[in-house]
């Protein structure tokens, strides 16, 4: 999984995306954070699960129905239950290793 550096990324709060197969973070020294990486390549596999396109399609959903729901962004992005999943688990650095196929649907 190669980590790309890209400090044109948009967003006061966004520092980093798993776009598969890459990582793009805005920082190179987000390529030492270990648990930020860890938090990427959880999202990396839930993409590879979903075969990529569908995991994006599944995201944008669960973020427009959560914004629905909370009426705010933060709070709605931080419920999606792909981010529930990488959250609970991203300072678990082998949770990959152990983690179970389709394992973010115990979050919604």
């Known amino acids: 999984m190669p980590v790309i550096?890209?400090?044109?990324?948009?967003?006061?709060?966004?520092v980093g995306i798993a776009l598969w197969?890459?990582?793009?973070?805005?920082?190179s020294c987000l390529k030492k954070d270990q648990v930020f990486i860890n938090h990427e390549r959880i999202h990396l596999k839930q993409q590879l699960e979903l075969l990529v396109l569908p995991f994006y399609l599944l995201y944008l959903v669960e973020y427009i129905i959560r914004?629905?729901?909370?009426?705010?962004?933060?709070?709605?992005?931080?419920?999606?239950?792909?981010?529930k999943e990488?959250?609970?688990?991203?300072?678990?650095?082998?949770?990959?290793?152990?983690?179970?196929p389709w394992n973010f649907i115990k979050y919604w």
Do not use: D, T
């Open 5 to 14: 550096v890209n400090k044109y990324l948009i967003g006061r709060h966004f």
């Open 67 to 83: 914004l629905l729901q909370y009426r705010n962004s933060a709070l709605a992005y931080r419920n999606i239950s792909f981010e």
């Open 21 to 27: 197969p890459f990582i793009v973070v805005k920082s």
């Open 86 to 100: 990488a959250y609970q688990n991203e300072m678990y650095l082998s949770y990959l290793e152990e983690r179970k």
